[in-house]
């Protein structure tokens, strides 16, 4: 992990200024981030924005992150 900060709900919740349960409802498709918070996500993570939204199938329903 960068830094020896493990990358959990935790500390992306801490990094985007929201709860941890937001992060996990983003995961389980309770609900969905915001454009802006994809983009924050995927720079937070260095990878490309359709890594996040596509599902191994190459659908765009269920974050990846």
């Known amino acids: 992990s ?6 959990t709900n935790k500390w992306l919740a801490e ?3 929201c709860v ?3 992060v996990s409802k983003w995961y389980t498709n309770d ?4 454009m802006e918070t994809y983009l924050r996500i995927a720079d937070l993570l260095d ?3 359709t ?3 596509r ?3 190459g659908q765009t329903s269920h974050p990846s992150f």
Do not use: H, I, W
């Open 20 to 22: 941890p349960t937001t």
């Open 15 to 17: 990094l985007l200024g």
């Open 51 to 53: 890594e996040l939204v």
């Open 55 to 57: 599902t191994k199938k």
């Open 31 to 34: 609900c969905l981030p915001t």
């Open 47 to 49: 990878v490309e924005l």
């Open 2 to 7: 960068r830094g020896g900060y493990q990358r």
